[in-house]
């Protein structure tokens, strides 16, 4: 590729850091921006904006590359946390991640380029394009196709990811060999642009959570919930209901939301047939290939972390139907599934039912 002006993202994290600088070294003209997308730094101490902000003044004097700071707080409130907060009142499970990218880091900030007269944009993502399609990234620990599948196409024929071809170990290699501040800082976690908060004290300063029965298979009432909006299925941590009478020492996890009745159904063992299914449907299809048969066999996954699985995939009318070979457990409506052909990544869409 010839010399080209590239606005990265940097996040003030490692990865970013070292985007930019072999993209420095490629011989383009390398531009710099922080996004601060949340306003509400009350001095949390799990919210780092100011000190990774910090850490990308420090990158971008060290590399020697402009660097500026912009706020798309308001479109991030509008079209993400909104949306995030809507799904969870409906008793969903919300991937913020996703629409974070597709909303904010590949639409707002892909738009501030173009507008800036930028040839392409660069995160610190691992995965990799070769600006017609999207492909899982060389480590396979770290790919990050899955929070990707959503954005448009037109976004990634002006989007570079230095990281694609790396392991995260030469990453880290990389930051060390030059000197890089955030060469052993540790992965950011917890929600886009937000951080790592406890969930129900953070969600219920927007969400007030009604309280409710838990029950188990038989319906019989096992306990009390504090809202279903701060569950999940397949969670076990935080469900209070550890020594329930004559239940067995197996631990219990979520089952079912049921909304009309405001109960959370329970289940014993990792492995009980209530936590697992075999067929879902998408609510919405986000496609990044142009041409695909309506129906075909490939992979999916519905979490990040989770090994693609054999399944027959269904494309219907705006939206996808999905057969697995074999049952899948805590498939969970709200989340997300990603559809693959070997390492391509061909798109996806938000679960919305389950069997």
Same mark, same amino acid.
């Given at each position: ?57 420090? +990158? ?142 953070? &969600? ?87 041409? &695909? ?14 090994? @693609?699985? @054999? ?42 039912? +389950?069997?």
């Amino acid at each position: 590729m010839s010399k080209k002006k590239v606005l990265v993202g940097l996040s003030g994290g490692v990865d970013s850091s070292v985007s930019a600088l072999l993209l420095k070294e490629q011989g383009h003209e390398v531009h710099a921006l922080f996004m601060k997308n949340w306003d509400d730094d009350d001095g949390s101490p799990y919210c780092s904006a100011k000190e990774d902000f910090m850490d990308a003044v420090f +990158i971008s004097e060290q590399l020697n590359i402009p660097l500026e700071q912009v706020s798309f707080s308001k479109e991030y409130k509008d079209n993400v946390f909104s949306y995030f907060l809507k799904e969870l009142e409906a008793g969903r499970t919300p991937n913020p991640d996703i629409l974070c990218n597709k909303e904010i880091k590949f639409k707002e900030f892909y738009k501030y380029a173009m507008s800036q007269g930028y040839d392409y944009i660069a995160t610190g993502h691992y995965a990799q394009t070769d600006n017609i399609s999207l492909y899982k990234g060389a480590d396979s620990s770290k790919d990050q196709s899955y929070f990707l599948h959503a954005i448009d196409k037109e976004v990634l024929e002006r989007t570079l990811f230095p990281l694609g071809k790396l392991e995260k170990s030469e990453v880290r290699k990389i930051a060390r060999n030059n000197n890089l501040i955030t060469s052993e800082k540790k992965d950011s976690t917890g929600i886009c642009f937000i951080g790592e908060r406890p969930f129900p004290e953070f &969600i219920s300063n927007y969400l007030a959570g009604e309280e409710g029965n838990i029950v188990n298979e038989k319906n019989e009432v096992i306990g009390t919930h504090s809202g279903l909006v701060f569950y999940t299925l397949g969670q076990r941590q935080g469900l209070g209901i550890g020594g329930v009478k004559g239940a067995s020492d197996l631990p219990w996890y979520v089952a079912k939301k049921n909304l009309e009745t405001n109960e959370l159904t329970c289940v014993q063992g990792n492995d009980h047939p209530l936590l697992f299914s075999e067929e879902l449907t998408t609510s919405n299809q986000f496609l990044l290939v142009d041409s &695909i048969p309506e129906k075909f066999t490939g992979t999916a996954k519905v979490r990040y972390r989770q090994k @693609d699985q @054999d399944c027959e995939i269904n494309i219907l009318n705006n939206r996808i139907n999905i057969k697995f070979a074999s049952p899948q457990r805590s498939v969970t409506p709200g989340q997300s599934v990603v559809i693959y052909q070997d390492d391509k990544c061909l798109g996806g869409g938000e679960i919305s039912s +389950i069997n």
